[in-house]
């Protein structure tokens, strides 16, 4: 029941998590679908009469083309007033000079002088301005977000229809139509200096010499337009939605005249995406067919015919085939996604159909029908300013308020997190109060949201879900503040020792600095360097390295150290050392950000099929394989010191032999991929079809293990004996006079247990009954060697999803927390019967490994460097994107994240093993006499009566205890991963103006985000994973004692009930075991006496 | 006894901040183009060379530390062998350890070299002219509880906050503020310019920090 509410109150955590990051993402990542349709001449976006009969006609569309060429300027950041005309300044008012006023003479002077022919516009960009969602919006007429949801994220080009597309559709010719010139100067100067240096001032002037130049060349036939994509603020970046930086100018000229009357005073304020529109009917294109811009109406007036009902008439037609694409395109788009809101659209949709049916009478009776032509115009802007204005709501507006909703939520639960772990390390600690403030307030908030739904108020599922995480969280964190009282200080909530708690700020600082997440990859590991370091000089420190004489002081006798020291301090030295190394080697795999001025990816990242040369080729399959071989070896080297190797059950049969076959699997398939291309042609078919097949045998078996492992999770061998063993006590040999306290310790038990086997057996031989002894070996290390296994198995499938020499990253990785562990077991004490602690500085290590593996894997936090070849392996032929493709792809990026989880319980899968190994290290201490790296939950001094090495049963003797270590592990996990979420979001909502925020800020929230689902779902199973273990166990000592009391003995219960202590058993117990028992691993002697 | 070893202890740590100082400016009257960007492998020279005859200086006339009751020239030319080699091992093991902590292997070795033998210099030196060729006093020194006088105290601190001087140097590194002395390490990814000023202002301050601390806390200590 504890292990289920301790899961339970994991998931909830989780879904905290999930809550609050679902409803920042709302807010802040705005998301469109994009839709691949697109427009063509022949097809007329709406029925009625094209204008001008343009139909069939070549070069004219869906309406004449009025200019055959274009030649578009953009000049990057051109802010409206930088090419705002300067006016004679009023009298009374000071003039004002600033260094980007006035500097476009020649614009002004063509204004001026040719009102029918040139205008300027103040274009108003929709967030986020910057450059390549402008350039975008520019082409497509649309409204693009960060996330333009589609059939491909890291697209390179526009899938989307846009005016690019349709020029090289509909034009074919050898002379030129359209150019397209992009001027980067301006953006560069802002970045660099800011709007009110003077280079701003030299660099806009030349930009109008430029067009000077050009407006010398242009032809009768050819349009001009200069515009900028976007402003900038005050500092000169942009990225916001400030209102210096979504202003910017938008000039047209034309050697004709193009406009009806002399412009206004105050330059009109239009959308920027008018432009595309306009364009393309100028241009006698169809409009893209995502467009919603609203055509400039002026430019489509008859210049020639005075007459100005003819001029209205074609602002209308002109508007009309505006609106039925608009309309055509909101058809489509409804129905393909479901984020626009319902009763806008059919208000939209009657609107639009009043006003074509006005224009459908306004043809059909050309004559007097100036009232009606009065009505159409308004009613069709307005249907496209709704559209707009909808669409704007809906998919390019910050929601602020999401964005703190959603980080205040991420921080109410990392506080929690650190609140419940803080108490589930007191020894009076109980679950009860845990679940019910979170069911009652979970309940509560279900009935909240029904009573809503009921009354009809429509709640997006992120707000609800929000709404039921607050309403949980709200009593419990009333119930922690109603129980705080005044006694306990607030330095208590900071268990963390200083040295982490600096190192856990840094990173969280880090995130705020674009440079810090760019180069995060040798960040990472130079903290994880510097904590392990921390960790070798405080044990020594704290003098447990050294043996008392050498840190005795001769002078001064009252210095004694604390206890004698429990490690040689050549063990702990070679396991930093180890560590450092490893993470040094596995740092030459560096994948470059692609933000990285001057920068090499590791040619080690590659595939081996791009390899050349046939002999390094060949070496490096060598290597790979190696790898592959040590990985199996050394998990079987493992498996076999532990001794679970021996046990007759399934999983270890299948580590056996199933191991060896997947690794026989991923090497064939490496040998196939790398080499594919030199297949003789004969057996090309043959070559594909298995590697597509290999993969899947490979993934089918670790499959098969996995269901195996979860069958039968105690891999212990039982041998049931009569008769009493002779087994004695193995004397370690042992001469000279004890020197220190530690011998005296080691060797007087020694002598006591060996008397008292004498007497033993001195006894035993008079009474003619014998003992039924009960063998179980490897029962010290049931849950390791499980979550070990679980590890292993998952292992391989992710190593077929990356480069083959990638393998040796996993190498170094089991290596690596192998060792890592070993360390962080030597810090650790276990206190024997009370609550187990892990301590936090192991947790940071853990998730600072996660990450830099996610580092040496050959990844970065950006779109471009997923690997997208994951999606095609095991899968026949390159089929669309597809959900499969995306897990695939999905398990390659978060492979470090899946495996870390559970290795005590890994990143998904190992954090458990943080928990468990202290108690297995306990075993080495116990058998070798090196004075043992504890395992997290057990190492500290052994009391002297505890006789054999009991390791991971330790934990199953206090199951409470037991059950708040992994609810603490899980917590203090989650709360370290929560806490760099935190910064991520943070940082991406203070600094949404950064220049950087898409390409850096946005991006690292994604995958961080991603990785912190796919971890705490791995978390969770893991643990799940090591409660089944537990159940197993207690349902095999259960089988076990019955199967005894069948066999007519009237056996007490030794040792079986979970709350029962193994010791009060001690009297009953024999003495431990014979030294090949010793030898195969942990072993333990339950036995009844008859 | 007590105010005299203050005494003593201020002097010595203000001449060494003295030495510090003048290392930087006394080069340039003798050298052409000498700053401490620009030729700052000769200006790390000079000031690791200054600090070791300002702390060798202070060793002979201070003599801090209980003189030992043999003094043939033998013994004598013996320790100090042992002290270069325990120099020269240190300078090594450093290096290493910035290998590990990621700096390049081959370029740059110069560079990481130097920063080796100068936070050598800050730490091994005083260790050597304090406690000698005897490693494990100086482990002793560095665990809870193994100081024993107000010198070996101070040497604690510096020493300490000599490493993390040099481990706060690593974090302009990865800033991109394009700063003079960021641009002397231009792109390439070492740890040794930024981290050789984080050592010695550090080194430096916490000389300063040290007396004033130990000033203060002092009568505590033999208590």
């Known amino acids: ?1090 | 006894m007590k105010d005299t070893d203050i005494k003593k202890l201020l002097y010595t740590h203000l001449l060494c901040i003295f030495s510090i100082i003048l290392s930087i400016f006394i080069p340039s009257f003798f050298l052409e183009n000498f700053s401490i960007l620009e030729t700052h492998l000769t200006w790390l020279c000079i000031c690791s060379v200054s600090v070791t005859a300002v702390n060798l200086v202070l060793y002979l006339v201070v003599k801090p530390n209980v003189s030992s009751k043999r003094s043939s020239l033998s013994y004598k030319v013996t320790r100090f062998l042992k002290c270069c080699i325990y120099f020269l091992t240190s300078c090594f093991f450093f290096h290493v350890i910035f290998v590990l902590y990621g700096a390049p292997l081959i370029e740059l070795a110069l560079e990481t070299f130097s920063l080796a033998v100068i936070l050598s210099t800050f730490t091994t030196i005083p260790c050597l002219c304090l406690l000698g060729p005897n490693f494990k006093a100086w482990l002793r020194i560095f665990s809870r509880n193994g100081v024993t006088s107000i010198w070996e105290n101070s040497l604690q601190i510096t020493t300490i906050s000599s490493f993390v001087g040099i481990w706060l140097g690593a974090f302009p590194i990865p800033l991109d503020w394009g700063r003079p002395w960021q641009m002397a390490i231009e792109g390439k990814h070492s740890i040794s310019l930024c981290t050789r000023h984080g050592a010695w202002h550090c080194h430096t301050s916490n000389l300063i920090l040290v007396t004033i601390v130990q000033g203060r806390f002092h009568p505590h200590f033999y208590t």
Not at chain 1, 37 to 50: I, V
Not at chain 1, 212 to 238: A, C, E, P, Y
Not at chain 1, 273 to 278: A, Y
Not at chain 1, 449 to 478: E, N, Q, R, Y
Request: glycine letters at 8%; one cysteine or more; proline letters at 7%.
């Open chain 1, 1 to 1090: 029941m504890q292990k289920i509410s301790v899961l339970l109150f994991l998931a909830w955590v989780s879904f905290l998590f999930y809550a609050g990051i679902a409803l920042f993402t709302s807010g802040f990542l705005l998301t469109r679908w994009e839709l691949t349709n697109h427009s063509s001449c022949q097809e007329p976006p709406g029925p009625g009469a094209l204008p001008w009969g343009g139909r069939g006609e070549p070069g004219a569309c869906w309406m004449a083309s009025r200019f055959s060429r274009l030649v578009l300027v953009v000049i990057d950041a051109l802010r409206f007033d930088f090419a705002q005309p300067q006016r004679s300044p009023v009298s009374g008012e000071p003039p004002v000079s600033l260094p980007f006023l006035g500097k476009m003479g020649f614009l002004q002077r063509l204004l001026e002088s040719q009102p029918h022919h040139a205008r300027l516009y103040q274009a108003k960009a929709d967030p986020p301005t910057t450059t390549m969602q402008r350039l975008k919006a520019l082409t497509t007429g649309s409204l693009p977000t960060f996330v333009d949801a589609g059939s491909n994220f890291a697209s390179s080009a526009i899938v989307e229809d846009n005016l690019i597309k349709q020029l090289s559709s509909t034009v074919d010719s050898d002379e030129w139509d359209v150019l397209i010139t992009h001027f980067l100067g301006v953006d560069h100067c802002g970045h660099k200096h800011d709007p009110y240096h003077p280079e701003m001032a030299k660099k806009l002037t030349q930009m109008d010499k430029m067009i000077q130049g050009l407006v010398k060349r242009l032809k009768n036939d050819t349009l001009l337009v200069v515009t900028g994509d976007h402003g900038m603020t005050i500092s000169g970046n942009h990225g916001g939605e400030s209102e210096l930086e979504t202003s910017a100018a938008l000039f047209l000229y034309s050697p004709r005249a193009l406009f009806p009357s002399a412009p206004a005073e105050e330059p009109e304020i239009i959308p920027q995406i008018s432009l595309v529109p306009t364009l393309a009917l100028l241009l006698g294109l169809p409009i893209p067919f995502g467009n919603i811009g609203e055509v400039i109406a002026e430019v489509f007036s008859e210049i020639e015919d005075s007459q100005p009902r003819f001029s209205a008439l074609a602002q209308a037609s002109a508007l009309h085939l505006n609106a039925q694409q608009v309309s055509r395109f909101l058809h489509t788009y409804s129905a393909t996604a479901q984020d626009l809101q319902v009763q806008e659209l059919h208000r939209l949709q009657k609107l639009f159909s009043k006003a074509s049916a006005d224009y459908q009478r306004l043809l059909q009776s050309p004559q007097g029908a100036e009232a009606v032509l009065q009505t159409v115009i308004p009613e069709l802007q307005q249907f496209l300013r709704g559209v707009r204005a909808m669409c704007i709501e809906s998919w390019a507006r910050f929601s602020l308020v999401r964005m703190a909703g959603g980080a205040a939520l991420l921080a109410a639960t990392c506080f929690l997190c650190l609140l419940v772990s803080q108490w589930a390390t007191s020894p009076a600690f109980y679950f009860g109060p845990l679940l019910k403030p979170t069911a009652s307030g979970l309940s509560g908030a279900m009935v909240c949201a029904g009573l809503l739904a009921s009354t009809g108020l429509k709640l997006d599922s992120m707000v609800l879900g929000a709404m039921a995480a607050v309403g949980s969280l709200l009593p419990f964190l009333w119930k922690a503040w109603a129980s705080w009282g005044s006694k306990r200080p607030l330095a208590s909530l900071l268990p963390m020792p200083g040295p982490v708690l600096l190192l856990l700020l840094i990173r969280f600082a880090g995130f705020f600095s674009d440079s810090y997440i760019i180069t995060e990859a040798r960040v990472a590991p130079f903290l994880l360097i510097s904590l392990i370091l921390l960790l070798v000089a405080r044990l020594h420190w704290e003098g447990k390295l050294l043996p008392p004489k050498l840190l005795s002081i001769p002078r001064l006798g009252f210095l004694t150290p604390a206890g004698p020291p429990q490690y040689s301090a050549m063990h702990a030295v070679g396991l930093g050392v180890g560590l450092l190394l490893c993470i040094r080697l596995a740092g030459l795999f560096y994948r470059c950000h692609e933000e990285t001025p001057v920068c090499s990816s590791s040619p080690l990242l590659s595939p081996l099929r791009s390899t050349v040369d046939g002999r390094t080729k060949n070496l490096w399959y060598g290597a790979c394989v190696g790898a592959l071989v040590a990985l199996l070896a050394s998990v079987r080297l493992w498996l076999h010191c532990y001794g679970n190797l021996k046990s007759p059950e399934p999983p270890v049969l299948f580590v056996r032999w199933g191991l060896p076959l997947m690794g026989l699997g991923t090497a064939a398939y490496w040998a196939l991929a790398s080499g594919a291309d030199e297949a003789p042609p004969r057996l090309r078919a043959l070559v594909s079809g298995a590697s597509v097949m290999l993969p899947r045998a490979v993934a089918g078996l670790a499959a098969s293990g996995l269901m195996l492992l979860l069958w039968r999770p105690v891999t212990v061998l039982v041998k049931a004996t009569t008769g009493a063993p002779r087994t004695r006590t193995v004397l370690t040999p042992f001469s000279g006079p004890p020197t220190s306290q530690a011998d005296l310790d080691y060797v007087v038990p020694q002598i006591y247990r060996h008397i008292q086997e004498e007497f033993r057996g001195r006894l035993e031989r008079t009474k003619s009954q014998g003992l039924l002894t009960v063998a179980a070996y490897q029962l010290g290390s049931v849950y390791s060697a499980a979550v070990v296994m679980a590890l292993t198995l998952l292992a391989f499938p992710l190593l077929l999803l990356h480069a083959e020499r990638i393998s040796l990253v996993f190498l170094l990785l089991f290596l690596q927390s192998f060792l890592l562990l070993h360390l962080l077991a030597a810090g650790i004490p276990i206190t024997t019967p009370g609550p187990f602690t892990v301590p936090w500085h192991a947790v940071f290590a853990w998730a600072l490994m996660a990450t830099q593996t996610f580092y040496t894997t050959g990844h970065q936090p950006v779109f471009s460097a997923i690997q997208w070849h994951a999606a095609f392996v095991g899968v026949s032929e390159s089929r669309d994107f597809t959900w499969l493709s995306a897990f695939l792809v999905g398990a390659n990026t978060f492979a470090s994240h899946i495996l870390f989880a559970a290795l005590p319980f890994s990143e998904a899968v190992g954090c458990p093993l943080l928990l468990l190994w202290p108690f297995l290290c306990e075993n080495q201490g116990s058998q070798k006499r090196r004075q043992p790296p504890g395992n997290e939950a057990e190492a500290r001094v052994r009391p002297e009566e505890e006789q054999e090495p009991r390791m991971e049963m330790r934990l199953r003797d206090a199951p409470h205890h037991f059950s708040a270590a992994l609810l603490q592990l899980g917590l203090k996990y989650l709360f370290v991963l929560g806490i760099q979420i935190l910064a991520c979001v943070l940082a991406a909502s203070i600094l949404r103006r950064h220049l950087l925020v898409w390409k850096v800020f946005a991006p690292k929230f994604i995958f961080e985000a991603m990785g912190f689902i796919v971890s705490s779902v791995g978390l969770c199973l893991g643990i799940a994973l090591v409660m089944r273990v537990d159940g197993a166990v207690s349902s095999w000592f259960r089988q076990l004692v019955l199967t005894q009391q069948k066999a007519g003995e009237q056996s007490s219960l030794v040792c079986t009930g979970a709350g029962l202590s193994a010791r009060k058993a001690q009297p009953h117990l024999l003495p431990p075991c014979s030294q090949d028992l010793l030898a195969s691993g942990t072993s333990l002697f339950y036995n009844s006496r008859s």
